[in-house]
Structure formats: C-alpha cells, structure tokens
C-alpha cells in the first residue's frame, strides 16, 4: 500500500536554530516529490518539486532533498514567520497527489 | 494572473440539503484535484478530473458525492444530502499538465448544521 510519513508531527525551534523535517515514501510508481506551506485558514502554497533522488531545490532558508526512500525539508536559522505546517506529496505515475499529515513548525523569536 | 479561485469561502447547510462547491482553475490548467481536510489531518485526495472526464475517483465516497468539470465553466463538487461528518475545508487545486506542480485554492469550509 502506497504510504506518505512525515515526522516530527511537530517542532519547535528557538529563531536561528537550523534543523530538518523528514518526508518518508513506500509508493510504486514515483513521478515526483512536492514540499508545501499551509498556514492556519489557507490552501496549501507550493514550495518546491524534486523529481530524481539526488536532487536539490533551494529556496531562502529552505532546501529540499530527495533520496529514493525519503525527502528532507532543511530549515536554515529560521524565522518565526517560517511558523507553518509543511507537507509533502508524492505524485504517482497516474498524476494523483497523495499527501503526509504534515509537520507543523513553530519559531519561538 | 489569478490563482485558484473556490467559492464560497465558507458554506453552511442544513443535514439533508445539498452543497454546491466551485473552483475555478489558473488560467491555462486543465487538470483539477479536489481534497477534503479534516482538522488536525492530512489532505485527502478525493478525485481528479481533466476537461469534461473523471480521471481517478477512487476517493471520493460511491454515494451522495459527485464531481464535474465542463468543457466551460468551473469545476464541481457536489454534495447531496449533507451529514454532519460531511464538515471539512474542501480544497481545489489546478495542474497545467498533470505532470506539473498543482497550485491550491483557498479552500471551502463546508459546516453541517
């Protein structure tokens, strides 16, 4: 069965502490990875797409990372307006987009 | 360029009626996903549609649920005879090719009274 795990479900970080949000797949049939934001009240906002393990996306203080079981959202010194619930997708060769739970991020200035 | 456009924002329906919800896709996409959020859970992928032809509904519930997107107009997510457990933000999001990242709405909040 098809399977999207992302950990921690939650974080909290002090402002400037660097850390990372794992994104872990069991899926056949991977066409591409995908990284969003949401915030409370909104639709999620696209960050980043990986397509082949190996890739690197980078973003500000986001880098994204794809190994052929996981992703790696990297925060670097983060800001508290960095404070969002991040999730990760995975797209199946049948174009569907199935989603983790997220992790939600808080940023303690 | 307008993003991904839901309306209404928010909908309230009485148990029994019927609920309408739409989205219009960016300009130039022709695909289209819709997704029930529960809170505290993760997006739950209900069906993907292309102009005028369902895709994969494997997630959408077999009774009360239907969806279309016509050749013109935007795409529909109709809800007949609404439960309680039917209360949940349903988000739209479009794709230029199916192969392509998909960008959200922002959601519709369906509340069950």
């Known amino acids: 069965e098809d399977q999207v795990t992302q950990s921690p479900e939650a974080l909290r970080l002090q402002e400037g502490e660097s850390s990372s949000l794992n994104c872990s797949y069991t899926?056949?049939?991977?066409?591409?990875l995908f990284w969003y934001r949401q915030d409370p009240g909104k639709g999620p906002e696209f960050l980043f797409t990986?397509?082949?393990a190996g890739e690197e996306k980078e973003k500000e203080r986001l880098k994204a990372t794809l190994t052929k079981k996981e992703s790696f959202l990297h925060i670097t010194a983060p800001k508290p307006e960095d404070s969002a619930t991040y999730l990760c997708?995975?797209?199946?060769?049948?174009?569907?987009?199935?989603f983790g739970t997220g992790t939600s991020l808080t940023v303690i200035p | 360029n307008a993003g991904v456009m839901q309306n209404p924002r928010h909908l309230v329906r009485r148990r029994g009626q019927e609920a309408r919800l739409r989205c219009s896709p960016m300009?130039?996409?022709?695909?289209v996903y819709w997704y029930r959020q529960l809170p505290e859970e993760g997006l739950k992928f209900m069906v993907y549609?292309?102009?005028?032809?369902?895709?994969?509904e494997s997630g959408m519930p077999k009774e009360r649920f239907s969806a279309e997107f016509p050749k013109e107009g935007p795409s529909i997510l109709r809800i007949q005879q609404v439960v309680r457990g039917d209360s949940a933000a349903y988000f739209c999001?479009?794709?230029?090719?199916?192969?392509?990242?998909?960008?959200f709405g922002q959601g519709t909040r369906l509340t069950v009274v």
């Open positions: 999001a479009s794709s230029r090719t199916g192969i392509t990242e998909a960008f």
């Open positions: 899926v056949s049939g991977l066409r591409g």
């Open positions: 990986l397509y082949s």
């Open positions: 997708a995975v797209q199946l060769t049948g174009n569907q987009f199935y």
């Open positions: 300009k130039g996409h022709s695909h």
């Open positions: 549609l292309q102009k005028e032809n369902i895709i994969d």
